[in-house]
């Protein structure tokens, strides 16, 4: 039960003594003193009010050591990102943090995707993995780079870089959207998405490389979701290079008719 620390990081959080708190839920100071320092349970009633305003289910406000949680998972709370309320089952997010208590990119390299799979839950495996900021990015909000391999998601080229930013409520997905998926059976995939999280408790997953059909991913072999953000690599995508071309070809073909215009006929 962790409600007496939950409540007291809570009030601390939005900056109010308990004086303020007391008024706000209408109790006196020695109670809400009583319920975060001596393990006194509210009654339901009260429960339910301390729910409502801090927008956080009873379950979480009782079951969950938020002291145990990432600024950002606390973040994702606070913005109505309950996983009790939003029916959605918990994903505790393994993190690491810099000197300034701000969120790294932990980055997975190809070489790294088998350790990722058994281990991205696990807060010393993530330790080990490097890290890097990119100062253009939400601090906000938590992001992690993969390498992809292969060429499904062909034009983008084999051996890039992908960001993704973590994606709590799966069910918040958007048809098209890209992503990266941690499974359990399939490895770190990275795939265009269509939502059928409700109608058939799974999703969609589309190459951008029409050689590779789409396939139904079941929820339940899900590990994790990352929605991309973007991507760096080393080599330009073929389309942009035949883009080039076309429009030099195109821009030498009205030079010529330029050229045809000027000689007398």
């Known amino acids: 039960m962790y409600f007496a620390t939950n409540l007291k990081l809570l009030r601390k959080r939005k900056t ?20 975060e320092n001596q393990g006194v349970t509210p009654p339901i009633e009260l429960l339910i009010r ?26 994702e709370l606070e913005q109505g990102n309950d996983v009790y309320v939003t029916g959605t089952r918990l994903r505790v997010l393994a ?28 807060p010393e495996y993530i330790v080990s993995l490097p890290v890097f ?25 084999d051996g890039s870089w992908v960001t993704g930013v973590f994606l709590c409520d799966w069910t918040l997905l958007k048809n098209n959207d890209a992503c990266i998926i941690v499974t359990s059976d399939d ?6 998405v269509e939502n059928q999280i409700k109608s058939k408790g799974a999703i969609r997953c589309i190459s951008l490389n029409p ?3 789409p396939y139904e991913l079941e929820v339940g072999k899900i590990k994790e979701i990352w929605k991309f ?37």
């Open 16 to 35: 109010l003594t308990q004086d303020d708190l007391a008024t706000i839920m209408e109790i006196k100071r020695p109670t809400l003193n009583n319920y």
């Open 50 to 75: 301390f729910s409502d305003y801090f927008g956080i289910s009873i379950d979480t406000l009782i079951k969950i050591d938020l002291s145990a949680l990432s600024q950002f998972q606390l973040r």
């Open 95 to 122: 993190s690491t943090v810099g000197n300034d208590n701000e969120e790294n990119i932990e980055l997975v390299p190809e070489k790294a995707k088998a350790g990722y799979l058994s281990g991205f839950a696990d």
């Open 133 to 157: 900021r990119l100062p253009f990015l939400d601090n906000s909000k938590k992001y992690r780079t993969f390498q992809i391999a292969g060429d499904s998601m062909h034009p983008i080229p």
């Open 187 to 192: 490895g770190i995939l990275f795939k265009l």
């Open 211 to 213: 050689f590779y059909k």
């Open 229 to 265: 953000v973007h991507y760096i690599s080393a080599e330009i995508p073929e389309t942009a290079e035949m883009d080039y071309l076309a429009k030099s070809v195109l821009e030498l073909k009205n030079d010529v008719a330029e050229i045809k215009k000027m000689i007398p006929q």
